[in-house]
């Protein structure tokens, strides 16, 4: 299985619901990633988990919350989001460990999120 | 700072011609170097990866980039373009460390004309 997939495939939310996104791999990959991704624009890393430890924030805001129970899952919560917070959100998977092959990122599909 | 730089936001080809997508990149280490491939409204696909072993790297559907390090370019190529091949292309460069992050280019949206 070289496949990873994202639910819900599209949310649409007021600025006032909580809500979760969700990522899952069963490729044995022990590093998973958060990314958001405007119209035209490349993929901005929000979020790396290394051996389900938060690595990397890039100084996301708090509205954003991410979470790993184990390896093969990644959540995205949502609480409190801006309209400018629509974006495409894609998760991805790597090896985890140092090398070219761990830096091979596998991409889900992403969540088409609306904020209104 | 690694960087990657992109020439052409917009490249147009006729179908049957020759792809040729730029990329330069920075890095003050032997890079790892990516090409993915966004088809509209889906996430990204490898097309290929420079891992410092040979300098011109075969990717899927056709797709082919050669890495000059006097250049520090990685160019991506495909003789004959296909109407399929319609896409936006991202250049990619990674460093060595664990969970190693990613630095994409601007991207490249390629038209095919029939």
């Known amino acids: 299985d070289t496949e990873v997939t994202q639910t819900p495939k599209h949310l649409v939310m007021g600025m006032t619901n909580k809500k979760s996104l969700k990522c899952e791999q069963h490729m044995g990959h022990r590093a998973m990633y958060w990314y958001k991704q405007k119209a035209k624009k490349p993929p901005e890393l929000m979020f790396v988990y290394s051996y389900e430890k938060l690595s990397i924030n890039e100084s996301v805001p708090s509205r954003f919350s991410p979470e790993c129970p184990n390896s093969s899952l990644l959540n995205l919560h949502l609480h409190a989001l801006q309209p400018e917070d629509s974006a495409l959100y894609l998760c991805?998977?790597?090896?985890?460990?140092?090398?070219?092959?761990?830096?091979?990122?596998?991409f889900g599909p992403g969540t088409r999120l609306t904020v209104l | 700072a690694q960087s990657v730089t992109q020439l052409g936001s917009h490249v147009s080809v006729s179908e049957g011609a020759l792809v040729l997508l730029r990329c330069n990149y920075s890095?003050?280490?032997?890079?790892?170097l990516f090409w993915y491939v966004q088809y509209p409204n889906q996430g990204l696909q490898l097309l290929l990866k420079?891992?410092?072993?040979?300098?011109l790297v075969k990717g899927i559907n056709g797709f082919e980039a050669e890495f000059k390090k006097s250049e520090t370019s990685f160019h991506l190529t495909k003789p004959s373009a296909h109407m399929s091949d319609a896409a936006e292309y991202f250049c990619?460069?990674?460093?060595?460390?664990?969970?190693?992050?990613?630095?994409f280019g601007q991207g490249t949206e390629l038209s095919v004309k029939p």
């Open positions: 890095s003050s280490v032997p890079p790892y």
């Open positions: 990619a460069v990674s460093d060595n460390n664990q969970g190693g992050k990613l630095i």
């Open positions: 420079y891992t410092s072993a040979a300098t």
């Open positions: 991805a998977s790597s090896q985890g460990r140092a090398g070219a092959r761990a830096n091979e990122q596998f």
